[in-house]
């Protein structure tokens, strides 16, 4: 299997050559060259198996050049109990993504028992064990450098914590997470994972490791990577759980599901949107947005307008307050026919500052078969949202996985069962949960009490050159 960029001008890699990096070296996202296709007896045969068994099932179709029984390994120590019961005494951690049913045909995938309570843990634990094995491979060390307003930051420091020949330098923005965020990071005492606390907002942190990763020469010499959500190791691994919540909602391959997800870089749905090109029967993929609601607006309307940080409102769920989906070309790139010189023309546009408008366009007229609905929820959507589940049955949800909720009750088709994925935990969002039902939410055991643990962290003002000196201080030559 052989990996091409989006934009159609960079050769063609296996899964080991992008693993490590990010950026295709036209400025495309890399997508295998053509989607693997899944038959109807291996889905029979799928259906039976176990986390693990699927996942190998699944990526040995895409990391085609890791040998199978390294490959088999590798994910056999990723999904286990062990990584994936830190959530809910009352869930089944045996299926490593229980699915928890409403009422018929309502279903919540559970995908954040991993150790930092969001559904990112699901790939970047697998990318932390990939990266460990091919950095050992090719004798290698990587420095990761990532700026985070909470979820992704502490998933990537939880995935690479103790990994021999990896570093994390991870920027935060000074004061702006929660407690809770703030203690899951900063308490983590290995001494490869380095957290700064940058005195400014998270746009100013994540504009220093823009800054960082241009300059070349010194990406190159300490060996500068970064693990956000374009890394399509990260994308593939998230194509295992549409798998799985299928197997668990329907009892024939016959059937047809909807997913619900709650988006924002759009890496999430597009593992599903993949998912569905490989042969899963899935009849609908309803895209859910808060009040950023970029995506939406680009399938209700066919225009996509990115609008900038200054315009990016701050919500009661955080991590989809985005308002350009870095995954989005993934998709693009198939409603146009995969036509790379075509997604180059778009881009050359959304790069600009500019949008783009596919009204008028065949790609308007494409659009349907892909069969994707989409809906945006509001702070008082989530907060409704949040107690209606809790009244009527009993659970207690986060606010992301309330946006997903809303809008997939809202959009499915009649008759379709809804699988709502679930995306974080009710514990990381405390705040928002007690406005809702007056009460805290219930936190996982090994987590009572982290805000009392001893912290460290570095404090640092948005100064680049700081910021490099740090690394070089840090980082063995
Ligand atoms: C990252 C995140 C999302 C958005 O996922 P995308 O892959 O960026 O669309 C939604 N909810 C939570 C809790 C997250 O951490």
């Given at each position: ?142 420095n990761?450098l ?21 570093r994390?330098f ?21 001494p490869n994972?380095f957290n700064i ?15 960082v ?5 010194f990406?190159?010499k300490y060996k500068i ?233 570095e404090?640092m003002?948005?100064d680049v050159a700081k910021l490099k000196a740090f690394i070089a201080a840090h980082v063995p030559q």
């Amino acid at each position: 299997m052989k990996y091409i960029s989006t934009r159609g001008n960079a050769p063609a890699k296996s899964f080991t050559e992008i693993l490590l990096g990010g950026l295709a070296p036209d400025g495309g996202l890399y997508l295998p060259e053509q989607y693997p296709q899944v038959t109807r007896t291996e889905l029979d045969a799928w259906r039976k198996l176990s986390y693990a068994d699927l996942a190998y099932a699944v990526l040995s179709k895409f990391a085609t050049d890791i040998p199978a029984a390294d490959l088999k390994a590798i994910i056999a120590n990723t999904y286990t109990t062990a990584v994936y019961s830190n959530g809910r005494a009352d869930s089944d951690s045996t299926q490593i993504t229980p699915l928890r049913t409403l009422e018929p045909g309502v279903h919540i995938l559970e995908l954040s028992n991993g150790p930092t309570l969001a559904f990112k843990d699901m790939a970047m634990q697998l990318l932390g064990n990939l990266f460990e094995y091919a950095l050992d491979k090719q004798h290698e060390e990587l420095n990761i450098l990532g700026a985070t307003s909470g979820d992704t930051g502490s998933a990537a420091e939880y995935a690479m914590r103790g990994k021999r020949g990896i570093r994390v330098f991870m920027l935060s923005p000074n004061g702006k997470m929660s407690a809770f965020q703030r203690a899951q990071m900063y308490s983590l005492q290995d001494p490869n994972i380095f957290n700064i606390a940058i005195n400014g907002m998270f746009d100013d942190a994540q504009d220093m490791v823009k800054a960082v990763s241009n300059d070349h020469a010194f990406k190159a010499k300490y060996k500068i990577g970064t693990v956000n959500s374009i890394n399509w190791a990260r994308v593939s691994a998230q194509i295992v759980y549409y798998f799985k919540g299928y197997f668990a909602a329907t009892k024939s391959s016959d059937e047809q599901v909807a997913f619900s997800v709650p988006s924002g870089n759009f890496g999430n749905i597009c593992a599903g949107h993949i998912a569905r090109m490989m042969g899963l029967p899935i009849g609908q993929l309803i895209l859910a947005t808060n009040e950023n609601d970029v995506l939406d607006e680009f399938f209700r309307t066919g225009v996509y307008c990115p609008r900038g940080s200054a315009n990016t409102y701050e919500t009661s769920s955080p991590s989809m307050d985005i308002s350009k989906a870095s995954n989005f070309e993934r998709f693009v790139f198939d409603l146009v026919g995969r036509d790379g010189t075509k997604v180059r023309e778009i881009w050359s546009r959304v790069d600009a500052g500019g949008a783009f408008d596919i009204r008028h366009t065949p790609y308007w007229d494409a659009l349907p078969k892909f069969d994707f609905a989409s809906g945006k929820s509001t702070h008082l959507d989530r907060i409704k949202t949040i107690r209606e589940l809790w009244e009527e049955y009993g659970v207690m949800v986060d606010t992301h996985t309330a946006d997903g909720i809303k809008v997939g009750l809202e959009q499915r088709r009649p008759n379709l069962p809804l699988i709502c994925l679930e995306t974080a935990l009710p514990a990381k969002f405390e705040e928002t949960i007690v406005e809702a039902l007056g009460r805290r939410p219930e936190r996982p055991a090994a987590m009572e009490g982290i805000e009392n643990l001893p912290q460290r962290f570095e404090v640092m003002d948005a100064d680049v050159a700081k910021l490099k000196a740090f690394i070089a201080a840090h980082v063995p030559q």
